[in-house]
C-alpha cells in the first residue's frame, strides 16, 4: 500500500535528524582534515580552508654564506623562501617591526650596504659588498598565497613515536578480555533472571537497575583499596591487568545484565517449553537455543564495552599506572602531546589513530546494534 504523503511533522523529524547527524559528522570530518594538512597551514587557516590557497605570514632564513657567489664585486647569496612549495609572495620584509614593508621585486636596504630583494615566485637574492659566511643568516619575512599542502608525515610522527606499539598491545590486553569477561558472566545471569523462576528474582533485577546509575568515579578509590588489600593478602601485583578487568567487568556488568536480560524475555516461549519437552537442560537450552539467538544482543554490548575500555585513561592509569610498559595508547597519546602541545597536526593524528580500533568494531558489527538494543524494549518475561 502506497503511503501518502509526508505530514509537516515528518518532514520536522527529517529534518532536525539531518542536522544533528551533520552536527556530529562535522568534527569528525574536520578532524580527519587536519590530521593530513601541513602544520604550518594548520596554524594559520581553519579546516574548511583545506582546498583553497591561503594567505601566510612566514618567514625563512638565508643560510649564512652558503653557495654565496661573487658577481660584480658584491657577494651574493640567492634561494626561494617557498623552498619548492608552490605559492606566490605578495609581500616581504627583513624584520619583524616590518613584515611586509616591501612588494615583490623591490630593494630593500639592510645594515652595511646589503641589499635584499624577493621575486613574486620566492626567489630571492641577498647582496652585499662583505661576505655573509661569518654572519648569521638574514631572516626574511614574507606573506604568501600558499596552495593546499596535504601530508601523512603526522601520522608518521605519531606512529613511529616511541612506545606506541607496546601501547597499542597494552590496549588491546585490557580492551579484548574487558569486553569478553562481562558478556561470559551476563549472558548466564541474564538467562538466569529471563526464563529461571526464583525467590527473590525481581529484587535482583531491580539492583541491577539501580546499579546503572551508579558512577565510575565514586566508587573507583575504594575499588583500588580493597583491590590492593587482597592483592597484598594474596600476593597479586597491585598494577596487574588483573585488578583493571575485574573492574571494568564490575561496572560493565549491569548494562549487560539489563540488556541481555530484556532481550533474553522476548524470545519465544514455545521455543524452551519444546526444548524441556524433549528432555533439555536449562544449561542445554542456553547454550543451543538462547546464546545463538542472542547475538544481536551481545554485539551491542560488545561494542559499547569494547568502546568503553579502548577509550578509557582514568581506569588504566589508576590501576596500570603511567610506568611505560603498562600505559595503554590513550595514554601514550597523552604524553605525546604534552611534549608536542603547540602541534594540532599532532593532536588531529593521534586521535585518528586512538579511533580506528573502535570504528573498525563498530562498522563491522554495526547492523546488530539497533536489533539488540530495540529488541524485548516492548516486551518482557
Known amino acids: 500500500m502506497a503511503s501518502g504523503p509526508k505530514t509537516p511533522l515528518a518532514w520536522a523529524v527529517h529534518l532536525s535528524v539531518v542536522v544533528f547527524v551533520l552536527l556530529w559528522t562535522l568534527p569528525t570530518a574536520g578532524l580527519l582534515v587536519s590530521s593530513f594538512r601541513d602544520k604550518d597551514q594548520i596554524a594559520v587557516s581553519g579546516w574548511w580552508t583545506a582546498l583553497s590557497s591561503a594567505s601566510q605570514n612566514l618567514v625563512a632564513r638565508a643560510p649564512a654564506g652558503d653557495g654565496e657567489e661573487m658577481v660584480d664585486g658584491r657577494f651574493v647569496l640567492s634561494g626561494n623562501v617557498l623552498d619548492g612549495a608552490a605559492g606566490n609572495v605578495s609581500a616581504f620584509g627583513f624584520s619583524s617591526r616590518g613584515p611586509a614593508a616591501f612588494e615583490p621585486g623591490a630593494v630593500a636596504d639592510l645594515r652595511g650596504g646589503a641589499t635584499l630583494t624577493v621575486a613574486e615566485d620566492g626567489s630571492y637574492t641577498l647582496s652585499g659588498p662583505e661576505s655573509f659566511k661569518d ?158 539467538l542472542s547475538f544481536p544482543a551481545l554485539a551491542s554490548f560488545a561494542i559499547f564495552q569494547f568502546l568503553w575500555t579502548w577509550n578509557d585513561l582514568l581506569v588504566a592509569l589508576v590501576f596500570l599506572g603511567p610506568t611505560d610498559d603498562k600505559l595503554v595508547l590513550t595514554g601514550r597519546l597523552v604524553n605525546l602531546l604534552g611534549s608536542r602541545g603547540g602541534d594540532w597536526e599532532i593532536l588531529a593524528a593521534s586521535a585518528f589513530v586512538s579511533i580506528a580500533v573502535p570504528l573498525l568494531v563498530f562498522f563491522a558489527m554495526q547492523k546488530y546494534l539497533v536489533r539488540g538494543l530495540l529488541a524485548g524494549s516492548v516486551k518482557g518475561g
Do not use: C
Open 135 to 292: 654572519k648569521r643568516g638574514q631572516r626574511i619575512f614574507y606573506t604568501a598565497e600558499v596552495s593546499p599542502r596535504f601530508t601523512l608525515e603526522n601520522y608518521g610522527n605519531v606512529l613511529t613515536a616511541a612506545g606506541i606499539g607496546r601501547s597499542f598491545l597494552n590496549s588491546m590486553t585490557v580492551a579484548v578480555p574487558a569486553t569478553v569477561i562481562p558478556i561470559l558472566i551476563a549472558a548466564f545471569a541474564a538467562y538466569a533472571l529471563a526464563w529461571m523462576p526464583f525467590p527473590g528474582r525481581s529484587l535482583l533485577i531491580a539492583a541491577v537497575v539501580g546499579l546503572l546509575v551508579v558512577p565510575l568515579q565514586m566508587a573507583l578509590i575504594p575499588l583500588l583499596t580493597i583491590y590492593n588489600n587482597v592483592g597484598q593478602t594474596f600476593g597479586i601485583d597491585p598494577k596487574s591487568y588483573v585488578g583493571i578487568w575485574l573492574v571494568h567487568t564490575g561496572f560493565g556488568l549491569p548494562l549487560a545484565i539489563y540488556l541481555l536480560r530484556n532481550y533474553m524475555a522476548g524470545l519465544p516461549r514455545e521455543v524452551m517449553e519444546s526444548a524441556r519437552v524433549d528432555g533439555a537442560t536449562d544449561f542445554q537450552i542456553f547454550t543451543k537455543i538462547v546464546l545463538p
